[in-house]
């Protein structure tokens, strides 16, 4: 018996759904069809009147969203992939995220985004969000890398009063299985080293923080040992967590699926810079994918992202400056 | 009655300023609130400037045809004390209330200074700029051997490490540069091998060698016959020290050419206050610098026992803070050692040290008498640096001292 | 507020509501227009002259405590026929810190959310699916009954992506959803013929599947009549309810603009006249009011805005160093609940 990434985020929606008569899920294919995921297969069922499916309006759900979260709803939207909140952008950065500021009336919205890229996908079905959400005020954004985390985070997100741009991992939906989901639960904004070493640190969130452990695992042959921060939350950016393990490595590698043009990881880097200076033993590194759109080819997909290669390179070059 | 200011307003977004076609009012005239007293036209649109309450107007400013910045004072109103209450309009002295409070204000204040800007020339467009300064060379090794990142820095100021204590360290960082592992594995390795505490005495003596040796130092040196000079101190009693007459010379050159002492400090030559000379003196682990005053001032008879008293103080340790303090010049007699060449280095806050070898029998040849005859020599050498004086001013004034010494009854 | 769901027509009562509601926004936004041109407001001021009839009677038409009411920036009127205090808007305005939305937005772009009266955002159509939401909230809560929820519109905000999506949305979800379309001739500067090319906007209803009327915006009868007939409807649980209203804008598009693109035949012809001379017309003729009690109005009127002016204009502005600079509801960081995992130190 095992739990998949994409189990435990259907398994919280259902927690949610039987715990908090506030919570109801509204998304595109999600009420008998499950989803285009199947991350909420059989919530229609169990949930009557809960899980709706909607029009094509990626605009209109936000609206309809927020409207409901002034009313006292806890709603959860599905975009079905990440790419397509680009349309809703309006209503999450403008209408969402300036609500509470404005007004004093929170509006607790979770906008799950399955984001980041699978072989073949292509540009429209591969982006990476979270860098472009978290530049503005009044959003948490989350990027669970572990199954318990998927579970727990999406939880915890439910019951923030401010609207969360939820990421989940596409590529981790069945590929990231765990024996059960465990009770390491931190909070919301909170880091989690995953990996402890004293050579350098990668920081990373999502499926990078995978790719990022496996470059370790290689440069331990060769007797570098990495510690790896997953960052779980990159809005609230937990950069004690983050400068406290540059503290111990001297040397620091941010490391995301993003495009390369600022976003989580030059915020990682600025920050260390600016707050850690001293600690540094080495330019700060980044790496990112390439700054171009996401390919379609598996072969080009797989060398436009961050990969253990490409990670292994980027730390040999940082482990011998 | 309290006076009402009509202000040219903000009429758009983006607009700076408006020009006045036309004065609708004259002084005099009564007008009625929220009445359109002044049509001004912006690059939007034309439009009126209204009033905010009933009122006379009692002076204008402002003339038709002319542009007006946003806030422009264009007239003023006499109102009635309870229209003002009544509107709750602000009036001149409301106004003048709220400025001073805004310069108490630090809000009010830094509010301010964001748009600050009178001057809205500031902002036309310049055109672009091909860069012609040449830059700085740029270096080829970044990454090199010096470079020293900010956690080595950090990690050095933890334990007081200057550059030349790593320079023991071989670096293995790009361009042989030595990274904070390095550093570590090095004093990891130093724990294999015996050490001791430095004493306090040992670190002050470091501190103040490593800040002297950060400028450029030369050391010129002279033979010195000391013949006359152990003739005279025989004949003396109580006896002076060699050290002594060092220092008298020294001091008798030095008010020659005060400049040569002098201590440079940026674009400016500090010269000396007084001829108060310091003498270097071996202690249990260190070397201490009391301090005689206002050497050129007394004979050497006169000098015996205050020499004496600081020496003895200094090697039992009993010297007061003030002893060692305001000297412009040093001397240090390293020939009781019997060493007869050495490179001595002045304080970090001196110029000049003057070091004497031991005296050794040596045939000189005489030219009077066309013979080889014996004679004790010493080396006398004087250490300088170089910012404040030459090789040709420290010889002089090295001359100078070798001279006065051969006449030890005049000093 | 009195509303009456049959024969608002003959309701005396309700007509003069709706007058008074116009009136006192008139004379509250000729009043934000002088503050403008003394130089006490900053940022813009954005009137809804010409189009009082149509607010006004929609506002009128909710029920405060029970219906949603999202207004755009030409609805002085419905707002405080809605409920809102003239000191909301005095205080927002002029920046008072004691303002609903303490000087961290301004002029038209407040609200009380929790009163049922979102804050607009600027982007036009975004509040037509935040008014469905809130309609589906009630109906998740078993509370929908009875409930409209209205918000108001343009000519131009019709063209957007929101207007549609958001209307389609509510259509598809078959709630108590009024759109009034304000279709005042000009979208800023932009003439009708630039910016759709159906011979009516309310064309679009029946695209929408819902119900669709039109209405003269100057008319305050047939406001009445209209709007209340769609809030009705939409009130009996017959979907949305689209109302488009033909009027001009008697204004700029904000008080920085003098409108001299709108050409004199446009002014000159029907639509062009004042919703409120009309109103007055209409009242006197149905013996609804007499001369006296309107002048009294405006008298009274005029008083009330002159109070709301002069306290907000005295009250003092938000304060930089007291601001509380963040914009979540969450304060972090929130304490741990579990452990953290201890790396191992090397």
Redo the contacts between chains.
Sequence with gaps: MSVTYIDAIREAQETLLREDPRV?LYGQDIATFGGAFKATKGLAEKFP??VFD??I?????????????????R?IVEMQFADFSS?AF??IV??A???????G??IPITIRLPSGGTPGSGPFHSQSMEGIYAQY??L?VLTPASVSDAYHMLIDAVA???PVIFCEHKFLYRWLKSKSIN????????A???R????ATVVAYSAMVHEAVRAADRLQQDGW?I?VVDLRSVK?L?IDTVLA?VA?T?RLLALGEAFPWGGVTAEVVSRVAAEG??????PPQRLNARDTPVPYHPKLWAAHRPTPESICEALRKLL?? | MPTVPILMPQLGESIAEATVIRLGIAVGDAVRTDQEIIEVETNKAVMGVTTLCNGIVSEIKAQEGISYSVGSLLGLLEVAAEEVARTGVDTLESLEAKRSDASTSPAQAEANLHFAIDDADAYEEAPAVVPSVKGLPVPAGT?GAHYI??????RMDDLGLREADISAVAGT??GGRV???DLERFLDYLEAWPSTQASPMRLAVADAMRRSWTRPLATVGLPTSLDRVLDHRRTHEPKPGLTLYMLRAFALALTENPATAGYLIGDKVVHPRAFDIGVAVQVEDGVVVPVVRKVDQKPLRELIAEYDDLVDRARRRRLSENDCRGGIATVTNFGTFGLTLGTPIPLPNETLILGIGAGVKKPIWSAQAEVFLPATVAEVFLTFDHRVVDGGGAGLLLKRVAELLQDPSAL | MPTNTDGVVTNRDFLRSVFHSMLRARILENKLSSLYKAGKIVGGVYLGRGQEAVSATLGTSLIQGKDFFAPLIRDQAGRTAFGESMLDCTRTYLGSAQG??RG??GNI?R????MGM??M???LG?????????????R??GTLEGRVGATCIGDGASST??FH??L??AA??KLPLVIVIGNNQFAYSTPNSRQFVCADLVEKARGYGIGGFSVDGTDLLACVSVIGEAVRRARAGQGPQMVVARLLRLSGHGEHDDGSYVPDEIRKDHYGRDCIEVAIRQLLENGHATADEISSWENEFSDEVQRAVAQAQQEAPPDPYHEDW?????R???????P???????
């Excluded at chain 2, 990142?149 to 950090?154: E, N, T």
């Excluded at chain 3, 975004?126 to 009630?138: E, I």
């Excluded at chain 3, 963040?326 to 969450?330: G, H, R, Y």
């Excluded at chain 3, 953290?340 to 090397?346: D, E, L, W, Y």
């Design positions: 109801f009147n809960r909607c029009p309006s990626e605009d209109a759900m936000i609206g309809l969203a927020v409207g409901a979260a002034i009313e006292g709803m709603p349309i309006n209503q403008n209408q995220a300036t609500h509470f500021y404005r007004t009336v929170p005020p009044g948490v923030l009063d401010d009770d390491d639960h931190l909070p919301i904004g909170q989690r080293i995953v402890s070493g004293k050579h040992e510690e609230p937990d393990s111990r001297g200076f001293h600690l540094l033993d080495a011998t400056f | 990454m990142s900010p956690r080595m820095r950090a960082g790009a990274t904070v592992e | 609903p939305m961290r937005d772009h609200g009380r959310p929790e979102p804050a955002i600027s982007h975004a509040q037509v699916p935040v008014v469905a939401g809130m309609l589906f909230a009630k998740l809560q992506g929101a999506e958001g389609n949305l598809v979800e963040t914009a979540l509801a969450t972090f960081p929130l304490t741990a609940s579990q953290t995992a201890q790396p191992v130190f090397p």
